[in-house]
């Protein structure tokens, strides 16, 4: 079973968090290679009424403690070869232009992490982001 996990950086403003975790999302369902994986459905309430595109899959959103437990499954996620997107501080300030530039021009360890977004087996996930706790 494939699932989608997210985890957000719980030192971050909820506002802020909210606005990457929607940037993240997005990213993510736009650049996954097999788009019939996502398995959108095409809800209908009994006015006719759409309600597109939601996701079949579970989608669970974790807590980090920091950006550096982001960092740690970010390189994981990247040695697994699993798709995945993240947001850092530098994608905040400014015009998109501005956030390129200021992302460019700072080194990935000196990178906030806010979040992290990944879509794969279930049970792979598990394997590494187990020890995160629900975010509420």
Same mark, same amino acid.
Request: charged share 25%.
């Given at each position: 079973?494939?699932?989608?996990?997210?985890?957000?950086?719980?030192?971050?403003?909820?506002?802020?968090?909210?606005?990457?975790?929607?940037?993240?999302?997005?990213?993510?369902?736009?650049?996954? $290679?097999?788009?019939?994986?996502?398995?959108?459905?095409?809800?209908?309430?009994?006015?006719?009424?759409?309600? $597109?595109?939601?996701?079949?899959? $579970?989608?669970?959103?974790?807590?980090?403690?920091?950006?550096?437990?982001?960092?740690?499954?970010?390189?994981?996620?990247?040695?697994?070869?699993?798709?995945?997107?993240? %947001?850092?501080?530098?994608?905040?300030?400014?015009?998109?232009?501005?956030?390129?530039?200021?992302?460019?021009?700072?080194?990935?360890?000196?990178?906030?992490?806010?979040?992290?977004?990944?879509?794969?087996?279930?049970?792979?996930?598990?394997? %590494?982001?187990?020890?995160?706790?629900? %975010?509420?």
């Amino acid at each position: 079973m494939l699932k989608f996990v997210a985890i957000l950086n719980k030192k971050i403003e909820t506002g802020r968090l909210l606005n990457a975790l929607g940037h993240m999302s997005a990213g993510l369902g736009a650049s996954y $290679p097999n788009k019939e994986d996502l398995r959108l459905l095409q809800y209908k309430d009994k006015d006719g009424g759409a309600h $597109p595109n939601i996701s079949y899959h $579970p989608f669970i959103i974790l807590k980090a403690d920091n950006g550096n437990q982001i960092r740690t499954v970010r390189k994981e996620a990247i040695s697994r070869g699993i798709q995945f997107t993240d %947001f850092t501080n530098t994608m905040t300030v400014g015009t998109s232009e501005k956030q390129l530039e200021n992302t460019k021009n700072t080194k990935e360890e000196e990178l906030e992490y806010y979040g992290i977004v990944l879509f794969d087996e279930a049970e792979v996930l598990r394997e %590494f982001t187990s020890k995160f706790s629900l %975010f509420q």
